[in-house]
């Protein structure tokens, strides 16, 4: 089966720096994602990892260790507009095609 | 880069009535794509993934045919709601790969937000 673990919520300042973790077991591994969801929209994509390590996309940096099941999303400089809830997923073979399992999402409130 | 259209973005009808979402790749083709469907406060949860030219293959618990789903091109799956009620009331995701691209990730559709009354 899969699990993937992500803290429920968390509260950071404007301009502050946020690390969100997320821990996964799952059959087979063929890359972690996280997604933004603001409320009422569909995710858009912030990052991928695939190798253990650090990618860094402008503000976003996402971490990997597979041998620990680990990943984190580093969030610099936030802004007010960060607010939004915080997707971890795990692609991993499925019944005919690479799936996506998604953690419940890590609400991220900014505030001044 | 990819875009993926989902279409309508919101329904509201009676009970009883079949729902249809139509779920396009603009600007590439995808032999796969993804149904998702998500409770306020919850996680995306997959219902079924949809294979072009083949049938559904559902998730455990998705009643296949209560969520009929048809992925006759490369560009379009839909997926048709039949006779809904209230508690299929959701926000249905559908989320496409690029099959030239197996290592990139996967792109979401606006979504559609369903209302039974």
């Known amino acids: 089966g899969q699990n993937i673990d992500q803290p429920t919520e968390m509260t950071a300042t404007e301009g502050a720096i946020v690390q969100i973790n997320c821990t996964y077991q799952t059959s087979g591994f063929n890359g972690l994602f996280w997604y933004q969801q603001h409320a009422g929209e569909a995710p858009t994509f912030l990052s991928y990892?695939?190798?253990?390590g650090l990618e860094e996309k402008g503000r976003f940096s996402s971490f990997l260790s597979r041998s620990k099941g680990y990943s984190y999303l580093l969030l610099k400089e936030l802004q007010m507009k960060d607010s939004a809830s915080y997707l971890c997923a795990v692609r991993a073979p499925g019944a005919g095609s690479y799936q996506l399992t998604f953690g419940k999402g890590t609400k991220l409130s900014v505030i001044p | 880069g990819a875009v993926v259209s989902q279409h309508p973005s919101r329904v509201i009808c009676k009970s009883g009535t079949s729902v249809k979402i139509e779920c396009r790749s603009l600007d590439f083709q995808a032999t796969t794509m993804f149904w998702y469907r998500q409770f306020p406060k919850k996680s995306l949860m997959l219902m079924a993934t949809?294979?072009?030219?083949?049938?559904?293959?559902?998730e455990q618990g998705v009643e296949k045919d209560k969520f009929l789903i048809n992925h006759a091109s490369l560009t379009l799956s839909t997926l048709t709601v039949t006779s809904a009620h209230p508690e299929d009331s959701s926000f249905y995701i559908c989320?496409?790969?690029?099959?030239?691209?197996?290592?990139?990730?996967?792109?979401f559709g606006d979504g559609t937000r369903l209302s039974i009354l």
């Open positions: 990892n695939v190798l253990d």
């Open positions: 949809s294979n072009e030219g083949s049938k559904a293959t559902y």
């Open positions: 989320s496409a790969r690029d099959a030239g691209a197996s290592n990139q990730p996967q792109h």
